[in-house]
């Protein structure tokens, strides 16, 4: 099997393509330098030439705040880009993997949210991956959506390493407790995807079971470390922030993915290898 990995540089991409290479799959890995997704027609060669049997589609851009001011390249690139990688894929009936986002729910359900349920995206990040799915639907009658959601990993930055250097440098913590979600790890992520590979075409979520806010994730990190931190709560509004995020965007995952503590685990234990 030859599967083509879009932004295969980026924190995701990096964990997802050894792990497809451990299963016996020929990776064909691009990222903006050789497959800018922006370009329609640079999207449609190297898709046509390398005629891949699946194209797992992870770049994006993926900065939440600057996506408020710069909306024209988050969309340009979350937008468009997925519009030329869904077109050329359809057109060849190559099956389409789109990684999304819980930043396409408002956040005011109470209970975990489930493929099915409506979307309202409170930030344009989050409009933009949900415009991304809609073009994916439309081109392509193969797809998987994987809607992820706090996703860290050892190629990227991220709140887990956010924390650890916090902790390093500071006697006081304060953490935002009245946003609730599940944290992801890549590799969680990219093993979830492997499973859905076997299930019917459609959209999922693919995140780490149970839930947390960020100030009980941070306190998981600093438990699991080992460190005494002076961990306080804060709220949202004393931590202003260009781009709206849900309150509430815990995800069913129908146990595509372990608990969230047990992957933090294993990625804390893997960072002190
Ligand atoms: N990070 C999260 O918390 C989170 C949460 C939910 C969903 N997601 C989704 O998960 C997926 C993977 O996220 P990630 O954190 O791995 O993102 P990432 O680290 O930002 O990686 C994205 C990759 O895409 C590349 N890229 C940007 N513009 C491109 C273009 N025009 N053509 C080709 N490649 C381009 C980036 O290159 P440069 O670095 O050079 O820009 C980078 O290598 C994304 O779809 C994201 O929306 C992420």
Known sequence: MKVLVTGARGMLGQDLCPILEDTGVFVIETDIDNLDITDEEMTKEVITKTHPDMVIHCAAYTN??????????????????????????????????????????????KTP????????????????????????????????????????????????????????????????????????????LANGILKLLSMPYGTYHVCGSGSTSWYGFAREI???????????????????????????????????????QAALHDYLQLRNV
């Open 222 to 260: 600093f438990e699991q470390s080992g460190l005494k931190v002076d961990l306080k709560t804060c709220t949202t509004n004393e931590f202003p922030r260009p781009a709206k995020r849900p309150r509430y965007s815990v995800m069913e995952n129908n146990g595509i993915c372990r608990s969230w």
């Open 113 to 188: 949210y489930t493929p099915e349920d409506d979307t309202r995206p409170l930030n344009k990040y989050g409009l933009t991956k949900l415009r991304g799915e809609e073009e994916v639907k439309k081109y392509c009658e193969k797809y998987y959506i994987a809607r992820t959601s706090w996703l860290y990993g050892h190629h990227g930055n991220n709140f887990v390493e956010t924390m650890l250097k916090l902790a390093a440098e500071n006697k006081e913590i304060k953490v935002v407790d009245d946003q609730i979600g599940c944290p992801t790890w890549t590799v969680e």
């Open 64 to 109: 939440v705040d600057k996506a408020e001011e710069d909306f024209e390249t988050a969309e340009r690139i979350n937008i468009t880009g997925t519009e030329n990688v869904a077109k050329a894929c359809g057109a060849l009936d190559i099956p389409m993997v789109y990684i999304s986002t819980d930043y396409v729910f408002d956040g005011t359900k």
